[in-house]
T-cell receptor, first 114, second 109 residues
Framework: ETGVTQTPRHLVMGMTNKKSLKCEQH?????MYWYKQSAKKPLELMFV???????ENNSVPSRFSPECPNSSHLFLHLHTLQPEDSALYLC?????????????FGEGSWLTVV | KNEVEQSPQNLTAQEGEFITINCSYS?????LHWLQQHPGGGIVSLFM???GKKKHGRLIATINIQEKHSSLHITASHPRDSAVYIC???????????FGQGTRLTINP
């Protein structure tokens, strides 16, 4: 248990569906992240939120839409995805967006787009 | 060339063996992280290093800043150590992590 909880753990969706991934952290952290891990590829940063403000968008397609209503919750809204978007999506948090802080990951959400 | 390279990519060993996983990088860093990813997908941060050596239980991490190299050692390995071990860098002047490809470790009983 890392203090970062992701739901759902597994999601199968069609290309025309709209779904959301949810992340909640109980660590009092101010920075939250979405990462994508495709098969046999390193983790890729998607978005960073620091104090609820988006500070990083790593050229992510608009079919992925993040939302951070408060410092404890982070969502990734998904619509009209493609099969190549199938991957493990990991949420993480840290105490501030700084190189000196340990980052805590959730268990991940396995997404399959059919 | 990737900024961070891990070796080996895959490692299989018998229970009890001493394990070494290597990470080399080509950029200036402010910190290096070792992460453990279990088959279910979750990632746990093992170490964050900027110099020297750290030890936690059977795990030891070392870093040589001049040689741009870090190693993760596991003593008295156990099947529950089977996981993917990922080296990640915080690059100087940047605030995001750059991840290695990972080393898949399998410890057989």
């Amino acid at each position: 248990e890392t203090g970062v909880t992701q739901t759902p753990r597994h999601l199968v969706m069609g290309m025309t569906n709209k779904k959301s991934l949810k992340c909640e952290q109980h660590l009092g952290h101010n920075a939250m992240y979405w990462y994508k891990q495709s098969a046999k590829k390193p983790l890729e940063l998607m978005f960073v939120y620091n104090f609820k403000e988006q500070t990083e968008n790593n050229s992510v397609p608009s079919r992925f839409s993040p939302e951070c209503p408060n410092s404890s919750h982070l969502f990734l809204h998904l619509h009209t995805l493609q099969p190549e978007d199938s991957a493990l999506y990991l949420c993480a948090s840290s105490q501030g967006y700084s190189s000196g802080n340990t980052i805590y990951f959730g268990e991940g959400s396995w997404l399959t787009v059919v | 060339k990737n900024e961070v390279e891990q070796s080996p990519q895959n490692l299989t060993a018998q229970e009890g063996e001493f394990i070494t996983i290597n990470c080399s990088y080509s950029v200036g860093i402010s910190a290096l992280h070792w992460l453990q990813q279990h088959p279910g997908g979750g990632i746990v941060s093992l170490f964050m290093l900027s110099s020297g050596k750290k030890k936690h239980g059977r795990l030891i991490a070392t870093i040589n800043i001049q040689e741009k190299h870090s190693s993760l050692h596991i003593t008295a390995s156990h099947p529950r150590d089977s996981a993917v071990y990922i080296c990640a860098l915080t690059i100087q002047g940047a605030q995001k992590l750059v991840f290695g490809q990972g080393t898949r470790l399998t410890i057989n009983p």
